[in-house]
């Protein structure tokens, strides 16, 4: 149960890796980057713009979303980190200015229940009167923010990809080491069945993956738990795609909409979309963990 539970997790946090980093290639400040949930205190969290490593570590961070004000050296109090943990690991820090936009302002956390990850960007969706920072994500292009919100689905994609190679190629090892393209071969074709099949059995994504017969002979439970990881990574792909409020999809179906109309939807439709999509994502979340428990 434990080790399918940290599999989960980890695709997540691939998935929010393609987010963190379409986000920073187009400028976008980014808080916080967590592996697996950390209610109360992160295990282990690495602030790179002070230097340092907390263990068990509480981040005690004000509402950025409510800070408003234009001037630059305010915002540069703005993405100061405030923590306080049992204890810090002094590391090199950066020398010089540190602009807004730079990693060393994101603070990398890893939480002690393996499941879940975020990334928690720089917005101000819902704040009345605020014109957007230049680090913020709404003050870019419709198509930029289409690739960071389309990020993790992308990510989640390849990284599947690569677990069915890497399968097959565990399958294939006993009888021959040098069958790398034929792995390569049969983990595209895995790939694209269970794309198909999802895509067009959207619903099955809710049973954790029912009904998809693509699965070949499992030879060991590292072949097993390797084409789990692959498969997996895949459904939480198509599943982040679908327009369900709260999910991926719903932010692409926004930004695609507003590249055809030219128009930006309102701040209180996203802010409903958002809500409303939480609490079903949250109810997912805890039948899918039921189910596996049953």
């Known amino acids: ?87 810090r690991i002094p590391l090199p820090r950066p020398k010089g200015e540190v602009s807004p936009t730079s990693w060393r302002n994101t603070a990398f956390g890893l939480g002690w229940l393996p499941v879940m990850a975020y990334v928690r960007m720089a917005d101000s969706y819902g704040v009345d009167g605020h014109e957007p920072l230049p680090w913020e994500l709404r003050s870019k292009p419709a198509w930029q923010r289409l690739l960071v919100h389309s990020g993790g689905v992308m990510a989640n994609v390849l990284f599947g990809l690569l677990a069915f190679v890497v399968a097959n190629y565990i399958w294939m090892y006993n009888s021959d080491p040098t069958h790398l393209f034929a792995a390569i071969g049969g983990g595209l074709t895995q790939c694209w069945d269970a794309l198909s099949f999802f895509v067009a059995h959207p619903l099955s994504i809710f049973g954790v993956g029912g009904g998809f017969e693509a699965a070949p002979l499992i030879v060991s439970k590292m072949h097993g738990i390797v084409y789990f990881t692959g498969l997996l990574s895949i459904i939480l792909a198509v599943g982040n795609a679908l327009p369900i409020p709260g999910l991926d999809g719903s932010r692409i179906c926004l930004n695609l909409a507003e590249i055809v109309t030219r128009r930006a939807p309102s701040e209180r439709l996203r802010r409903n979309i958002d809500i409303a999509g939480g609490f079903l994502v949250f109810l997912w979340i805890v039948y899918l963990v039921i189910s596996w428990i049953a």
């Open 1 to 87: 149960m434990i080790e399918y539970l940290i599999i989960l997790g980890f695709c997540m946090a691939v998935h929010e890796c393609g987010h963190f980093c379409f986000a920073k290639a187009f400028g976008v400040l980014v808080y916080s980057f967590q592996v697996f949930m950390a209610p109360i205190a992160a295990l282990l969290r690495y602030y790179p713009k002070q230097g340092c490593l907390c263990i068990l570590d509480v981040e005690a961070t004000s509402d950025d979303s409510n800070d408003t004000e234009g001037d630059a050296a305010v915002n540069e109090n703005r993405v100061e980190q405030r923590s306080s943990c049992l204890m």
